[in-house]
C-alpha cells in the first residue's frame, strides 16, 4: 500500500481559538505611538477605523482568543485545510528531506487572507458597519474581503496598487464578482492619490493612505488591513494550529525547518507562530525562516525602528523593519510582498534571534514554482514561489549532505490567476531587480527619528 501524502483533519478538529504569541514572548512588543505625540496609541485613537473587538485583540496579551461561532461557520466551508506530503517534489530534487506543504489555496478566495477577511467584516458587522475599505496588492487581500463583505451584507471598497491593477485584470474581476468595487491607486478620489501622477505604478504603502483617508473622513465606513496589524496575525494562527495537529498525522514528532514568504507578514505569522510557542515552550526545537524577495527586502536589509504603516503618515509610527514609507518597490510580479515593513511582531521576533530571514530573487522562485508546479500539479502564487525556493535550497543541500530534516512550507495562494506573470517568466522576459543602496539610503531618509 502506498504511503500516504494528504493529512486532513476532521471538521470537529478545527481550532476553536485563535493563538496570540504576546503571552509567550520574552520581551514584550514596543507599543505603537501616536503620530503627532510620539506617546503609546491608546483604544480611543483606533476607534475611528476599528470595531472595540478588533481593538480589544490587537492589544490584549490573552493566549488564546475564543473563534466566534459564526465565524466558525464560514471557516468550515474550507478548513481544516490540508497538509500534504510533497513526495513527487521530493523525487524530483533528489532528496531525502520530507517536505510537507500547508495548502491555503482551498479557501473561497484563493488564498490564506479569508482566515482574516470573515472576523474583521463580522465584528464590523456587529457594530452596524455597511461600508468597508482598504487596500490590496496583487487582490489576494482584496477577493478576501469582497467575499467576506459579500457574506455580511458590507460594502466593499478596494485600492488596488496600480502596478498590479494593470497586469492583473483578473483578479480586478474576480474582486468584483464578489461584490467589491476596485480603484486603481493611486486614485483621483482622494487628496493623497491626486498628489501623485496618475500612471503612478502605485505601492501598498500609497494604497493603505488612500482607504484609511475615506474611512477617517465618515464615520459610517470603517477600514479593514489585510495584514501586518496584530489582530490579522491572530486569526491567522489556525494555519499552524492546524499544521501542528496534521504533522502528528504524520507520524512526524515535529518539524526542522518551517518556512513561509513575507510581505507584510500575516501568512508567515499565522503558520509560524504556533510553532515558535512549540519552541519557546521547550517541546520542538524548528528552524523558522522568513523570505522576501530581494527587491524589497525588508527584514534582511532594512532598519529595526519607529515608522509609518502607510505612505501618507496616517496611521500610528510602529517599531518594525522598514525600508522607508516612502519607498515605492519594483513591480515584481508577487504584488502581496510588495510592501515597506514588516508586521512589528514578526519584526519583533525577528529583532530578538527568534526568526531567521533571507531574501531571493523572483527569477528563482519562479524556476522553482515550475518545478513545483510539474511535480504536485499546484501552481504557486508567485508570494508562496519564495517559501518554496528556500525549501529548494535546504533539500538540495540535505541530498549532499545525506539528511533528512522535515521541512514545512507555506503555500499561502495558488497562482491561476497569475499566469500572466508566469508567461513573462517562460518567454524569458523577467528580469530579476535587486535594491541598490542608492536607493535604499533614499527611501530610509525620512523614516521619523524617535
Excluded at 457574506?151 to 474581476?173: I, M, N
Excluded at 519564495?386 to 512550507?409: F, K, S
Aim: net charge negative.
Amino acid at each position: 500500500m502506498s504511503e500516504q501524502i494528504r493529512f486532513v483533519l476532521d471538521e470537529s478538529q478545527m481550532p476553536t481559538h485563535w493563538y496570540n504569541i504576546v503571552a509567550d514572548l520574552p520581551t514584550p512588543p514596543p507599543p505603537p505611538l501616536h503620530p503627532a505625540t510620539h506617546e503609546p496609541v491608546g483604544p480611543d485613537d483606533l476607534a475611528a477605523l476599528f470595531p472595540p473587538e478588533l481593538i480589544e485583540q490587537e492589544v490584549t496579551t490573552e493566549r488564546f482568543v475564543e473563534i466566534p461561532e459564526p465565524v466558525r461557520e464560514v471557516y468550515r466551508q474550507y478548513r481544516p485545510s490540508p497538509l500534504i506530503r510533497a513526495r513527487r517534489w521530493e523525487q524530483s530534487l533528489g532528496t531525502g528531506a520530507r517536505i510537507y506543504y500547508k495548502y491555503e489555496g482551498v479557501s473561497p478566495a484563493g488564498s490564506h487572507k479569508t482566515n482574516t477577511s470573515v472576523p474583521q467584516v463580522y465584528y464590523n458587522r456587529l457594530h452596524g458597519v455597511t461600508r468597508l475599505t482598504t487596500e490590496t496588492g496583487a487582490g489576494q487581500w482584496g477577493t478576501a474581503l469582497a467575499y467576506a463583505c459579500s457574506l455580511f451584507g458590507v460594502e466593499c471598497d478596494v485600492w488596488q496598487v496600480g502596478a498590479s491593477f494593470d497586469t492583473k485584470p483578473q483578479r480586478r474581476t474576480l474582486i468584483e464578482v464578489f461584490g467589491g468595487t476596485v480603484h486603481r491607486s493611486p486614485s483621483r478620489l482622494t487628496e493623497f492619490g491626486r498628489s501623485l501622477p496618475e500612471d503612478h505604478p502605485g505601492s501598498l504603502g500609497i494604497a493603505i493612505t488612500e482607504a484609511v483617508e475615506v474611512a477617517a473622513q465618515d464615520d459610517s465606513v470603517k477600514y479593514a488591513l489585510g495584514s501586518v496589524l496584530n489582530h490579522v496575525l491572530l486569526h491567522q494562527t489556525v494555519i499552524g494550529e492546524e499544521a501542528l495537529k496534521q504533522l502528528e498525522l504524520a507520524g512526524e514528532s515535529g518539524a526542522d525547518l518551517v518556512i513561509g514568504c513575507a510581505g507584510g507578514g500575516s501568512n508567515f505569522a499565522g503558520l509560524a507562530f504556533p510553532f515558535l510557542r512549540e519552541r519557546l515552550a521547550g517541546h520542538q526545537s524548528p528552524r523558522i525562516l522568513a523570505v522576501e524577495p530581494a527587491s524589497c527586502p525588508t527584514l534582511t536589509r532594512g532598519e529595526y525602528r519607529y515608522d509609518f504603516g502607510d505612505t501618507g503618515g496616517m496611521t500610528p509610527l510602529m517599531k518594525m523593519y522598514t525600508l522607508g514609507h516612502d519607498f515605492v518597490p519594483s513591480p515584481i510580479h508577487a504584488g502581496g510582498l510588495r510592501y515597506h515593513a514588516m508586521a512589528p511582531l514578526v519584526s519583533h521576533a525577528v529583532h530578538e534571534g527568534l526568526i531567521d530571514a533571507v531574501a531571493l530573487p523572483q527569477s528563482e522562485c519562479f524556476d522553482t514554482a515550475l518545478g513545483f508546479a510539474r511535480t504536485e500539479g499546484i501552481v504557486p502564487a508567485p508570494e508562496s514561489s519564495h517559501a518554496l525556493a528556500q525549501a529548494r535550497r535546504v533539500a538540495l543541500e540535505a541530498a549532499d549532505a545525506g539528511t533528512e530534516p522535515v521541512i514545512v512550507v507555506g503555500l499561502s495562494g495558488h497562482g491561476l490567476l497569475e499566469l500572466g506573470a508566469y508567461e513573462t517568466y517562460l518567454a524569458g522576459r523577467l528580469e530579476d531587480d535587486p535594491l541598490s543602496d542608492e536607493d535604499l539610503a533614499a527611501a530610509l531618509a525620512n523614516v521619523p527619528t524617535i
